[in-house]
């Protein structure tokens, strides 16, 4: 089996983890076939590279303990996001919680590690960009990675979220405008 990831299909690795004998070979293959993806996934949602690696970590574990009821209901990928999407949205939670500063101490630090963190493309219109993201609300925010950088269709983010595609649409038409606004404002500064 020293076949190239890309090249094992979901279907072969499912196979192979519902066999006792196989599953570490095919946890292992699961998370080199999904783990950029969904670090990058949890990356926009969270800003921080150590913290995208926590919650990476977590999403593989809270997948090892329930990979064996995945029905296949849906694609995948589609229920690995879910996990993901949820075990950021818990990280975020409890970090909002855990503040004790303040919100402008906060989008300075923000900031701060956007310019120095060497995973982000330094250019100003991309911090611009990310500055915009950050001041969405979480589910635009959400939309927005999803469909923007990640170019899912509304039909995966609809599985992923479990919400409507009508719904998705206009929290994806929202998040534009209020993007293409914040970085109005800060060229006219």
């Given at each position: 089996?020293?076949?190239s990831?890309?090249?094992?299909?979901?279907?072969?690795?499912?196979?192979?983890?519902?066999?006792?004998?196989?599953?570490?070979?095919?946890?292992?293959?699961?998370?080199?076939?999904?783990?950029?993806r969904?670090?990058?996934?949890?990356?926009?949602?969270?800003?921080?590279?150590?913290?995208?690696?926590?919650?990476?970590?977590?999403?593989?574990?809270?997948?090892?303990?329930?990979?064996?009821?995945?029905?296949?209901?849906?694609?995948?990928?589609?229920?690995?996001y879910?996990?993901a999407?949820?075990?950021?949205?818990?990280?975020l939670?409890?970090?909002?919680?855990?503040a004790?500063?303040?919100?402008?101490?906060?989008?300075?630090?923000?900031?701060?590690?956007?310019?120095?963190?060497?995973?982000?493309?330094?250019k100003?219109?991309?911090?611009?960009?990310?500055?915009?993201?950050?001041l969405?609300?979480?589910?635009?925010?959400?939309?927005?990675?999803?469909?923007?950088?990640?170019?899912?269709?509304?039909?995966?983010?609809?599985?992923?979220?479990?919400?409507?595609?009508?719904?998705l649409?206009?929290?994806?038409?929202?998040?534009?405008?209020?993007?293409?606004?914040?970085?109005?404002?800060?060229?006219?500064?």
């Amino acid at each position: 089996m020293q076949q190239s990831i890309s090249n094992i299909s979901d279907e072969e690795i499912l196979h192979l983890l519902q066999n006792d004998i196989n599953v570490e070979q095919a946890f292992r293959w699961l998370v080199l076939k999904y783990q950029e993806r969904l670090y990058g996934h949890i990356r926009r949602m969270v800003n921080d590279h150590e913290d995208a690696n926590d919650v990476v970590q977590n999403t593989f574990i809270k997948v090892f303990k329930s990979i064996k009821k995945f029905k296949g209901n849906s694609q995948l990928y589609t229920w690995l996001y879910r996990i993901a999407t949820n075990e950021t949205l818990t990280f975020l939670n409890k970090k909002k919680r855990k503040a004790t500063t303040s919100i402008d101490d906060d989008e300075l630090d923000m900031r701060h590690k956007l310019s120095a963190d060497s995973y982000f493309d330094e250019k100003k219109a991309q911090l611009k960009l990310q500055n915009a993201i950050k001041l969405l609300p979480e589910k635009q925010r959400l939309v927005f990675n999803m469909r923007y950088f990640e170019e899912m269709s509304y039909r995966e983010i609809s599985g992923i979220l479990e919400t409507s595609v009508g719904g998705l649409k206009a929290s994806y038409h929202h998040a534009v405008k209020k993007i293409e606004q914040f970085l109005n404002e800060q060229t006219d500064v």
